[in-house]
């Protein structure tokens, strides 16, 4: 027989005195809360638990569901023939135990919230978990049991008699509910968890971890009584371990919006409680953890009750049946290997995040002497590094600190493990001595893995402060070279105004008679004659402002002719510049021409754009999802943006206010930028990237049905070719016609930056690639990486555009002198796409969807796509290629 073993594996864990408890009537506000009946009993048999828990774990008898005393009130307790509050309870228990422990303290954690515990979000009205049951001859695993066949399954696993090893493992999912005290619903009802907790003489602390309770603490292992109230008489019979992994699926704690609350961005933990009784040799499991993540696929995988088509008929073999019920620390050893891949996982995404931009550093530093470097452009890039790499040391530390607390969870396993393995010679002998050896040996193995990820990330976190360092440099030493070369320039200009300043006070004073308007077109001109040269004019000035260095144009000098004698010295000429000129006749003209447009910042852009977004004034979900999907061999990205809901459509009537007239685009308030007399840049008020701009016509009247002319691709190009400098690659389209998707009637193109990393099929000349296209087509490539003149960009469209238009023609589709298209316009290439129709069966889409990139508001407007086939559809809203049935 074994011996009894009362001693807490905890720090500071003793054996504890008898406290015998009775509660005090209910409160006002506790009255109103138990009419619920389901409030009522969670209330009643969880405050039964909490407290009759304790008392089990140390009296003679163990109490059952059917004997629990009736709760009065959570508030106030009476041990001893006394009244405690909550925060007097543990005080009371400490004084009548032999000594303090760690367990008094986690009992006192449980009434520091005591709402969490009798909250009616916290727990399922009616169980539904799944259930894995293990012995030596059979495996079963029955999912979306209920409370009764819980509590059969428990009667039954408790009453056999064989003596075999036994398990029994319950899988608790935990769903999302906002009115829940820690935001997460367990699927247990309070009836089981009360059986659970009384019956196996559960640890107290768990009860916050069963619903959701992010746990920050040490794992706990104790020994305790007996298996249920059936032994409870047979001291130290019974051990218990419990944990809480750390969350490797969050790489950051506003995961989920920076607008939610702090824990409602937070994911639901996996908690793992272990009980397991000596003298009948049967291990009890409770598994706390999200549905929605790989914990339980991952688990019931390893142990072979799934594959990768979901549930397998057939049951685990039977050497991993008699490992799981010989070893009872199998199941958190296979849980350690499950959370030690996910931050795999989470250690490769912040490598391949460092990488990038080191990349980008090294590359910098290698071009560092390349006069051609444009500094707007190089400063704009060092502050979007700096950017990211915050981002990466954020990421970092987060994952070190989960490889910390990984590491002593694993430390603490291991030492549960060997207070577990001690005085047990006969586990020493046949199967479950090398099962156990085994489990011991891969909890080794856990603890070592993690320091591996903790050094690597602790490498890594270096890695990025050496590349931080650099950039500040970088930085830093570019501002002292301006600032050294401002100084220069203001020195040089100083001496300069000195010179005009001596040469103004000797000859100025008596040399003017008259000033005359020079100017034929009526641009700003003067020239100043003094008396002894009152015949000279500016014609006559040429050879000597060239032989004082300065260039001389006759339409645009201001000249200043002084004395004969003072010729040599004091001929000063001041010229207007060219584009001095040109805004001068602008001004008057009352607009600027495209030459003179303002350059566009991407920059200034993005600044403008994000702060529209925070005003509400544009309509963008900065915290979409994106969805990979391929469809004989094309690839998309779903973007799921829930603001294209309220995005209108051709049919929907025009806002008076914000609209020039004859349009029906809002833009009071999301202008940019005017391009001359032609068009103008706006901000698109229901936005599908970051930014996302609209290039309009100036005239409201102008329609979307309407081929581009060399204004519009003028304009465009213009766009472009400002953006061309960006650190991302921009692209334009334009839907023209109600059947190419559009939804407001005013002529307008789209521009936005293209998706990192997602490959866009016109880039290659792979022929396999090209064959996967779905739909007919019209590409003509660029040659160069910057777009030819608008003259050569209109011919390319207006050829392109001919093909287009005779291929619906061979499908009979009617024209009527407009010609249904998409135009995707590139730096390296330009793409004309006929369409027959917007969408098929709800699955509309616009240009952009032909390069894969489709935009829905919603995943019930992306089935529409899927359920159908994607590369279907773009096939029967366009035509399809060659060779394909549409």
Not at 614 to 641: A, P, Q
Not at 819 to 827: K, Y
Request: proline letters at 5%; glycine letters at 6%.
């Amino acid at each position: 027989m074994e011996q009894d073993n009362t001693t807490s594996l905890e720090p500071h864990g003793v054996r504890h005195a008898s406290v015998s408890c009775e509660l005090a009537p209910l409160t006002p506000t506790e009255s109103s809360l138990s009419s619920r009946p389901e409030f009522h009993r969670a209330e009643t048999s969880l405050t039964g638990v909490t407290l009759l828990s304790r008392q089990h774990s140390v009296s003679d008898g163990a109490p059952t569901a059917g004997n629990l005393p009736r709760k009065k009130s959570y508030g106030q307790a009476s041990c001893s023939s006394k009244s405690f509050a909550p925060h007097e309870l543990c005080a009371a228990s400490q004084k009548e135990s032999t000594t303090t422990g760690i367990h008094s303290k986690l009992f006192q954690t449980l009434h520091d919230q005591p709402n969490a515990l009798f909250h009616s979000e916290n727990l399922s009205a009616e169980t539904n978990i799944d259930l894995l049951r293990i012995s030596c001859e059979e495996g079963v695993y029955l999912p979306g049991q209920n409370t009764k066949q819980v509590e059969t399954a428990l009667s039954e696993f408790g009453d056999e008699t064989c003596g075999c090893p036994r398990l029994l493992a319950l899988f608790i999912k935990l769903k999302r509910s906002p009115s829940a005290t820690f935001r997460q619903r367990a699927s247990i009802s309070p009836k089981l968890v009360e059986r659970l907790f009384v019956d196996y003489d559960i640890h107290n602390s768990f009860l916050g971890d069963l619903i959701g309770r992010p746990d920050y603490w040490s794992a706990v292992g104790r020994a305790k009584g007996g298996w249920g109230n059936k032994t409870a008489e047979q001291p130290a019979s019974a051990f218990e371990f419990f944990c809480q992994h750390p969350r490797w699926a969050q790489s950051s704690r506003y995961e989920k919006g920076r607008s939610a609350a702090a824990m409602q961005g937070h994911r639901a933990p996996c908690s793992v409680y272990m009980h397991h009784s000596r003298t009948q040799n049967l291990t009890l499991y409770l598994v706390a953890a999200s549905e929605s993540e790989d914990w339980f696929p991952s688990l019931l995988d390893r142990i072979g009750v799934l594959d990768c088509k979901g549930l397998n008929t057939s049951m685990p073999s039977g050497e991993t049946r008699q490992a799981l019920a010989s070893s009872p620390f199998m199941l958190h050893t296979i849980l350690s290997t499950v959370a030690f891949e996910q931050s795999i996982e989470y250690v490769a995404k912040v490598r391949d995040r460092l990488m990038t931009q080191i990349k980008q550093v090294n590359d910098y530093s290698d071009q560092s002497g390349n006069e051609a470097r444009k500094p707007a452009k190089d400063r704009a890039m060092l502050e979007q590094i700096t950017k990211e790499l915050h981002s990466v040391s954020q990421t970092a530390d987060t994952g070190l600190a989960n490889a910390h607390m990984s590491i002593k969870i694993a430390e603490r396993m291991l030492e549960a493990h060997s207070m577990f393995m001690m005085g047990r010679e006969r586990l020493h002998k046949g199967p479950a001595a090398a099962f156990i050896r085994d489990t011991h040996q891969a909890l080794e193995y856990a603890r070592n893995s993690f320091y591996c990820q903790k050094d690597w990330l602790s490498s890594y976190k270096a890695r990025k402060d050496t590349a931080m360092n650099f950039v500040f440099n970088v930085v830093t030493q570019h501002d002292s070279a301006t600032n050294v070369d401002i100084s220069y320039r203001m020195a040089k200009d100083s001496s300069s105004m000195n010179a005009v300043t001596i040469l103004t006070l000797i000859f100025l004073p008596g040399t003017f008679l008259s000033v005359g308007d020079r100017s034929a077109d009526g641009v700003l001109k003067r020239c100043v004659f003094s008396e002894r040269n009152r015949g000279s004019t500016n014609d006559r000035l040429v050879d000597s402002i060239y032989h004082c260095g300065l260039h001389f144009d006759g339409r645009m000098l201001l000249s200043v002719v002084f004395s004969g004698s003072a010729r040599p010295l004091a001929r000063v000429c001041l010229a207007e510049s060219q584009q001095g000129a040109l805004r001068g006749k602008e001004e008057r003209s009352g607009h600027a021409t495209m030459g003179s447009a303002l350059e566009l910042d991407e920059l200034t852009i993005t600044e403008n754009f994000d702060r529209g977004v925070e005003e509400g004034t544009i309509i963008y979900n900065k915290d979409f999802r994106t969805v990979g999907y391929s469809d004989n061999g094309f690839s998309f990205e779903f973007r799921l943006l829930t603001g294209l809901d309220r995005k209108p459509t051709p049919s929907s009537p025009p806002q008076s206010s914000g609209c020039r007239p004859g349009s029906d685009i809002d833009v009071s308030g999301y202008e940019v930028a005017d391009l001359g007399s032609t068009h103008l840049v706006a901000f698109n008020k229901f936005a599908s990237a970051r930014p996302h701009l609209l290039v309009l016509t100036q005239d409201g009247y102008r329609r979307q049905h309407e081929p581009l002319n060399i204004d519009d691709l003028t304009a465009l190009r213009h766009v472009l070719l400002s953006l061309a400098d960006s650190t991302r690659r921009y692209m334009a389209i334009f839907n023209c016609g109600i059947d190419s998707g559009c939804s407001r009637l005013h002529k307008h193109m789209q521009v936005f930056p293209v998706v990192p990393g997602f490959p866009l099929w016109p880039d290659s000349e792979d022929s396999t690639v090209q064959a996967s296209v779905p739909f007919q087509c019209f590409v003509h490539r660029l040659n160069g990486d910057e777009l030819p003149s608008a003259e050569e960009v209109t011919a390319v469209y207006t050829k392109l555009l001919d093909r287009a238009k005779s291929a619906l023609a061979a499908v009979g589709y009617p024209l009527d002198g407009e010609v249904p298209h998409n135009l995707i316009l590139d730096r390296k290439w330009i793409v004309v796409v006929p369409r027959r129709q917007a969408g098929v069966n709800g699955a509309d889409a616009n240009a952009a969807a032909f390069l894969g990139m489709v935009w829905v508001s919603d995943e019930v407007k992306m089935k529409r796509w899927t359920e159908q086939g994607p590369a279907n559809v773009l096939s029967q809203i366009a035509l399809p290629a060659p060779g394909r049935l549409g």
